[in-house]
């Protein structure tokens, strides 16, 4: 499994390149690398929830969960200069693109691994193109560990393909006690909106 994005530490050979992200309102070039997530270009529902969400208000605390090399980390902290922005990671190789990318462009970003974000933090924005194919249970618990984590008046913003699960996503998702909503639907995509957790609505 090291060759995987999801792999703590890729065993693919290093061949850092730089590929364009260009959006409405910002352009910008990240350094990729083999043996991170989309490292070819930037992903198709990464885009769509790009262009359509991923705009923290000033002085939030925002997450980008899965970060890989930073599209979604950078593009919040260069749309809200103001808010805090972590971004999370089990990929090493990701963990230092991302910070070395967010560098670059005189971003301050937190590029860090799952057990470095302090368990008391609360953010107001989680945003993620969620690492569907390391399986329904580990995606689970995935979510759990980070949706817990939503302030009282935070919200998350994922994408999710239709045939990669987003509609029996969003149903364990509500079944759980985050209210989801679909947002948009393009090109096979689905953009969803989690609330915080009802804990008095989670089905036994």
Known sequence: MAGHYFSEQPDVASAVRRIPLHLPDISIELDVDR???????????????????????????????????????????????KAQVWAVDVNERARGLCAANAERLGLTVSSVGPDDVPDEL????????PPIRIGKKPLHRLLERWLDQLSPTGHAELVVHKHL????LTRWLNEQGWATERVLSRG????????????SAVST
């Open 35 to 81: 043996g991170v997530f989309s490292a070819d270009q930037i992903d198709a529902g990464t885009r769509l929830l790009l262009l359509e969400l991923c705009k923290p208000q000033a002085g939030a605390v925002a997450l980008d969960v899965g970060c890989g090399y930073g599209p979604i980390a950078c593009i919040a902290a260069l749309r809200s200069p």
């Open 122 to 129: 609360r953010f107001d924005l989680i945003v993620s193109n």
């Open 165 to 168: 699960g987003s509609d029996s």
């Open 188 to 199: 096979g995509y689905r953009l969803l909106r989690v609330q915080p957790r009802i804990v």
